[in-house]
C-alpha cells in the first residue's frame, strides 16, 4: 500500500468546509493565509472571501496541483515550504489564519503562528479534538496544563465547530474540533518576567500528580511556612498546578520576582 505523505488528512465535506469559511468571519479586505490546502478544498471557497490568499503547502507534488488549479486567480499566491519554519512577518499584519492543520505538526506551527502574533489577527485551526480540549481547558480539569496557560495567556479561545472523523479522506481515528484563536492586545495577566512565568508553569506541570512544593524545588529556598504548610505568594504549595489560575501563576511568578530581584 503507498504511504500518504506527511500524514495529511484531506477535508473532503463541502458543508464542513462552507461552516469553517463562515465561522473563520473574513472581513473585506483582509489578507488571509492558509497552512496545509491540501487538495484545495478550503482553498476553493477562500478564494471567493478573500482580497489574497496565501496558501503554504509543504507537499511538491499537492503544491503543483495547486498552482495549476488556483494560479489564474489574481489574489491567490502559493508558497511551497513548511509552516513550521516560516517568517509570517514576511506577510505583512491584519493577517486571518485558516487552516487544518496537520495532526503531527498542528502544536509546533500553532506555537509558531502565536510567535508571530503581532501579525495576525486570527486564526481558526482544525485540530486533533483532544488537543482543542487542551486549549480550552479551565483549572481543575485533567486536560488543563502547561499548553493551556500559554495559549489562554496570549489569546482569546473559542471552540467553534465538532468535526467528525468522516469529513476526512483518508478518514482518521479521531474526531477533530475547530478553534478560534484571537491574540490579545495585551496578556491576559500582568507579569513582570515572561520567561520566569512560563519557566514556573513548565514545572508546575513537569509531573502532573506531583504536587507543587514538590514541583517548584527550584524556589524551595523561597517557600514560607504558614501553620505547618508550604506556602508561595499566600498559595498552598501541596495543591497541583492544574488547581491554580493565571493569576494564581502570575501572583506566583511576580513574587518570585520581586524576591530574586531585590
Known amino acids: 500500500m503507498k504511504k500518504r505523505p506527511?500524514?495529511?488528512?484531506?477535508?473532503?465535506?463541502?458543508?464542513?468546509?462552507?461552516?469553517?469559511?463562515?465561522?473563520?468571519?473574513?472581513?473585506?479586505?483582509?489578507?488571509?493565509?492558509?497552512?496545509?490546502?491540501?487538495?484545495?478544498?478550503?482553498?476553493?471557497l477562500l478564494i471567493n472571501e478573500a482580497d489574497s490568499l496565501t496558501a503554504i503547502e509543504l507537499d511538491p507534488k499537492l503544491s503543483r496541483e495547486l498552482q495549476n488549479r488556483f494560479s489564474k486567480s489574481p489574489s491567490f499566491k502559493l508558497i511551497e515550504g513548511d509552516a513550521a519554519k516560516f517568517d509570517y512577518g514576511s506577510l505583512g499584519t491584519g493577517l486571518n489564519v485558516v487552516s487544518n492543520l496537520p495532526y503531527y505538526a498542528a502544536t509546533h506551527i500553532m506555537k509558531k503562528l502565536i510567535h508571530y502574533r503581532n501579525n495576525i489577527r486570527s486564526m481558526t485551526l482544525?485540530?486533533?479534538?483532544?488537543?482543542?480540549?487542551?486549549?480550552?481547558?479551565?483549572?481543575?480539569?485533567?486536560?488543563?496544563?502547561?499548553?493551556?496557560?500559554?495559549?489562554?495567556?496570549?489569546?482569546?479561545?473559542?471552540?467553534?465547530?465538532?468535526?467528525?472523523?468522516t469529513a476526512f479522506s483518508p478518514k482518521p481515528k479521531i474526531d477533530s474540533s475547530l478553534i478560534g484563536l484571537k491574540p490579545l492586545p495585551q496578556p491576559r495577566v500582568q507579569v513582570k518576567d515572561p520567561q520566569l512565568f512560563f519557566?514556573?508553569?513548565?514545572?508546575?506541570?513537569?509531573?502532573?500528580?506531583?504536587?507543587?512544593?514538590?514541583?517548584?524545588?527550584?524556589?524551595?529556598?523561597?517557600?514560607?511556612?504558614?501553620?505547618?504548610?508550604?506556602?508561595?505568594?499566600?498559595?498552598?504549595?501541596?495543591?497541583?498546578?492544574?488547581?491554580?489560575?493565571?493569576?494564581?501563576?502570575?501572583?506566583?511568578?511576580?513574587?518570585v520576582h520581586t524576591l530574586t530581584a531585590a
Not at 483549572?139 to 488543563?144: Q, T
Request: glycine letters at 8%; charged letters at 20%; one cysteine or more.
Open 6 to 44: 506527511l500524514g495529511q488528512n484531506f477535508l473532503i465535506d463541502p458543508n464542513i468546509a462552507q461552516n469553517i469559511i463562515q465561522l473563520a468571519q473574513i472581513q473585506p479586505g483582509e489578507p488571509v493565509v492558509e497552512i496545509g490546502p491540501g487538495k484545495g478544498v478550503l482553498t476553493q
Open 126 to 165: 482544525m485540530l486533533q479534538k483532544e488537543v482543542v480540549d487542551r486549549l480550552t481547558a479551565k483549572p481543575g480539569l485533567r486536560s488543563y496544563g502547561s499548553l493551556s496557560v500559554y495559549v489562554q495567556y496570549h489569546c482569546e479561545v473559542q471552540r467553534l465547530l465538532e468535526i467528525p472523523n
Open 199 to 255: 519557566k514556573m508553569v513548565h514545572s508546575a506541570f513537569f509531573h502532573k500528580r506531583k504536587m507543587l512544593k514538590n514541583n517548584l524545588k527550584d524556589w524551595e529556598h523561597l517557600f514560607n511556612e504558614e501553620n505547618g504548610q508550604a506556602q508561595l505568594a499566600g498559595i498552598d504549595l501541596n495543591r497541583r498546578g492544574e488547581t491554580l489560575s493565571l493569576n494564581d501563576f502570575a501572583d506566583i511568578a511576580n513574587h
